[in-house]
């Protein structure tokens, strides 16, 4: 089976340099993945030739235009019509890519994607979702900033892809899901929260539906799938990526602040090790955009190699999971049926 996967090289702080090393890093993994880089041949090709392991597995195709970070996403919607990120997007839409990749401006992502994209029938909006770690493995986390309010159906509907994307891509039986309050009570909470929670307890999701959860819920592992509105979900999203970076830096500091304390990491140093990768960020690397009609995936703009290859995966992973047929089958029935002909 092959996939082929879109790439706009020009996205991210460090683009081109660490999109193509990403590209090295995945294509070691993923032999049968090709890639469609988009950009400008003139900065990117240098950092291409250099990856050996690249030459027969990238397809290099230019585009003079680049999507920055200042770019507001009304201004990339109306222009910008040869930019490396739309022309990226538009190889899903044409079906010359099953994936699409992109470490640029946010914003200017969400808006092309949705309207070259578009939503799946029955989905209102779609969600940006990831992963993050927990004392009992991954947790599912969506709305990550999207949508900054939301309705009690679009929180429904987060839930169900939520609860779909754990069962079929982290191939969990019976993934709990979870709704973020400000307690546990049903007393609690605002009246779109409460009205969330009744919608979910009649969806075809209601068994594997926890109820209520906190803030701290989410990395104890108490549910699989934790659903927020987006204003919420980017504040949990920046502040754990915070404390996992604080934890790994006082770590540091400790042991440099002795003879003791270095000779005690001498001794620890293989368990550090393996605590500082659990805690590495660049593993959660990549937003998945839930209820677009194709597969895209959003990188942190910040990642380094590491990290966008971290983001290839999750790509694959949708893609070979079939994540979307899936989609359509559950919203099939929230589809408005069409008008009848006129005879």
């Given at each position: 089976m092959e996939i082929i996967l879109s790439v706009d090289a020009m996205g991210g702080d460090n683009a081109?340099?660490?999109?193509?090393?990403?590209?090295?890093?995945?294509?070691q993994r993923y032999p049968f993945v090709h890639f469609l880089l988009y950009g400008d041949k003139e900065i990117v090709e240098p950092f291409l030739i250099k990856e050996k392991t690249l030459s027969e597995k990238v397809t290099l195709i230019p585009c003079e235009e680049v999507i920055t970070p200042e770019t507001k996403p009304s201004a990339a919607v109306r222009g910008f019509p040869n930019s490396s990120m739309r022309q990226a997007i538009k190889a899903v839409a044409e079906g010359r890519a099953q994936g699409v990749i992109s470490a640029g401006n946010t914003g200017a992502y969400m808006a092309l994607a949705k309207i070259i994209l578009k939503t799946m029938p029955g989905i209102d909006?779609?969600?940006?979702?990831?992963?993050?770690?927990?004392?009992?493995?991954e947790v599912v986390i969506l709305d990550l900033g999207a949508n900054v309010e939301c309705s009690s159906k679009n929180l429904e509907q987060f839930a169900i892809m939520g609860e779909l994307f754990a069962r079929h891509v982290l191939h969990l039986p019976q993934p709990k899901v979870g709704l973020i309050n400000v307690g546990s009570e049903d007393i609690k909470g605002s009246?779109?929260?409460?009205?969330?929670?009744?919608?979910?307890?009649?969806?075809?999701?209601?068994?594997?539906?926890?109820?209520?959860?906190?803030?701290?819920?989410i990395p104890r592992g108490t549910v699989d799938v934790a659903v927020m509105d987006g204003f919420t979900g980017n504040v949990v999203l920046k502040a754990g990526e915070g404390v996992m970076q604080l934890a790994v830096h006082y770590f540091r500091e400790a042991f440099k602040s002795?003879?003791?304390?270095?000779?005690?990491?001498?001794?620890?140093r293989h368990m550090l090790k393996?605590?500082?990768?659990?805690?590495?960020?660049?593993?959660?690397?990549?937003?998945?955009?839930?209820?677009?009609?194709?597969?895209a995936i959003k990188s942190h703009g910040g990642t380094d190699a590491l990290g966008f290859a971290h983001a290839i995966d999750l790509a694959v992973d949708m893609i070979t999971s079939?994540?979307?047929?899936?989609?359509?089958?559950?919203?099939?029935?929230?589809?408005?049926?069409?008008?009848?002909?006129?005879?």
């Amino acid at each position: 089976m092959e996939i082929i996967l879109s790439v706009d090289a020009m996205g991210g702080d460090n683009a081109p340099e660490v999109i193509i090393q990403g590209l090295a890093t995945a294509s070691q993994r993923y032999p049968f993945v090709h890639f469609l880089l988009y950009g400008d041949k003139e900065i990117v090709e240098p950092f291409l030739i250099k990856e050996k392991t690249l030459s027969e597995k990238v397809t290099l195709i230019p585009c003079e235009e680049v999507i920055t970070p200042e770019t507001k996403p009304s201004a990339a919607v109306r222009g910008f019509p040869n930019s490396s990120m739309r022309q990226a997007i538009k190889a899903v839409a044409e079906g010359r890519a099953q994936g699409v990749i992109s470490a640029g401006n946010t914003g200017a992502y969400m808006a092309l994607a949705k309207i070259i994209l578009k939503t799946m029938p029955g989905i209102d909006r779609p969600a940006l979702a990831s992963l993050a770690p927990t004392l009992r493995g991954e947790v599912v986390i969506l709305d990550l900033g999207a949508n900054v309010e939301c309705s009690s159906k679009n929180l429904e509907q987060f839930a169900i892809m939520g609860e779909l994307f754990a069962r079929h891509v982290l191939h969990l039986p019976q993934p709990k899901v979870g709704l973020i309050n400000v307690g546990s009570e049903d007393i609690k909470g605002s009246a779109i929260v409460k009205e969330a929670a009744d919608l979910i307890r009649t969806s075809s999701i209601k068994d594997n539906f926890y109820g209520f959860i906190e803030g701290d819920d989410i990395p104890r592992g108490t549910v699989d799938v934790a659903v927020m509105d987006g204003f919420t979900g980017n504040v949990v999203l920046k502040a754990g990526e915070g404390v996992m970076q604080l934890a790994v830096h006082y770590f540091r500091e400790a042991f440099k602040s002795s003879w003791r304390a270095r000779l005690g990491y001498f001794f620890a140093r293989h368990m550090l090790k393996k605590l500082s990768m659990r805690l590495d960020y660049r593993r959660y690397n990549g937003g998945i955009w839930l209820g677009l009609g194709g597969i895209a995936i959003k990188s942190h703009g910040g990642t380094d190699a590491l990290g966008f290859a971290h983001a290839i995966d999750l790509a694959v992973d949708m893609i070979t999971s079939q994540m979307n047929t899936y989609f359509l089958k559950e919203f099939a029935s929230e589809t408005p049926p069409a008008k009848a002909a006129n005879q």
